[in-house]
């Protein structure tokens, strides 16, 4: 028997899905704030490269989130190929790499601010941590552990295969569906440059909405009272608006969105589609504004 075995327990602050997530949250803060010189940026960009060993890593992490299979021995031979990729890569080299970075991130954030938003995928980012580090590393993990790490991932595998919108014809979340997840920062500057492009540049209201999503992705009750607190406000400047034109199509298209706009009060949380809602009503008032005032 092997006493001389590490008991392995999940680590956020080692976990490499963990870490580039969050750093890319920190990048789509700094491009919403202006920030031109952003560290979360050169984080992403010194450490993630596909020829680093850690950047190599996270595209082990990102084909046991994105691939699928219909059938379960697929998906288990899925994962036996991507645990023995995982053991060819130079983990000195990687544990190096994830250290310096982790170093550099507590030079330069609050650790416990950086590690404050919720991660929607937490439990299989953690169970993808445990299984490659269990299996590779020669580290080990209660029985229970290993099975149900093994599950999580599994059962992903088996999931579905492409990303639900409700709003999928909108060309902005259409290009945010079709992002690859190990570019995941790339999308976040897209999300913003695409809006920017599509309405020429994001005014002072669609900034703060953009800047509560993200700053409070961690406290859903935070962001559910903002927009609750916007969605009237939103509605009556579109209803005010609405008796001026005379336009019958234009007022049908204001009526729907003050429709959505409406629907939108009952929801206990929201999603991009609904931010987005949120963000063209703006626009839509912006335009009407200078239109007929």
């Known amino acids: 028997m092997s006493n ?3 008991r392995i327990k999940h680590s956020k602050i080692k976990n490499t899905g963990i870490l580039f997530e969050l750093l890319t949250r920190r990048l789509t803060s700094d491009i919403i704030s202006g920030i031109e010189d952003s560290v979360a940026q050169k984080l992403i960009e010194r450490y993630f490269k596909n020829t680093t060993e850690l950047g190599k890593e996270y595209v ?10 219909a059938d379960k021995d697929r998906a288990e031979d899925f994962l036996i190929e991507v645990i023995d990729a995982h053991k060819k890569l130079r983990s000195n080299e990687v544990k190096k790499s994830k250290y310096a970075l982790i170093k550099e991130i507590k030079e330069n ?7 404050k938003p919720k991660i929607e995928n937490y439990k299989l980012l953690a169970s993808i941590y445990k299984t490659l580090q269990s299996k590779s590393l020669n580290e080990s993990l209660n029985p229970d552990a290993i099975v149900n790490s093994k599950f999580t991932i599994i059962e992903n595998i088996l999931g579905q295969t492409t ?14 569906a079709k992002q690859d997840e190990d570019i995941r920062l790339l999308t976040y500057k ?3 440059e695409k809006f920017n492009k599509k309405y020429s540049g994001l005014i002072t209201e669609q900034k703060r909405l953009i800047k ?3 700053n409070n992705i961690s406290s859903l009750n935070t ?10 406000v939103v509605q009556k ?10 336009d019958e199509v234009m007022k049908i298209k204001i009526g729907e969105v003050i429709n959505q706009l409406k629907l939108m009060e009952d929801f206990k949380s929201y999603e991009d589609n609904h931010v987005l809602v949120l963000l063209e009503s703006y626009e839509l008032i912006k335009i009407l504004g200078d239109k007929y005032e």
Do not use: H, T
């Open 163 to 176: 990303v639900q919108l409700a709003q999928e014809e909108d060309e902005l979340i259409s290009e945010y």
């Open 237 to 246: 400047q579109l209803s005010n608006n609405i008796k001026k034109i005379n």
């Open 109 to 115: 954030f609050d650790l416990d601010d950086f590690f």
């Open 223 to 232: 962001l559910v009272s903002y927009i609750k607190g916007e969605l009237p």
């Open 190 to 192: 897209i999300l913003v």
């Open 60 to 69: 082990l992490y990102q084909a046991l989130i994105k691939q699928r299979f």
């Open 4 to 6: 001389n075995k590490k």
């Open 212 to 214: 509560e999503y993200l």
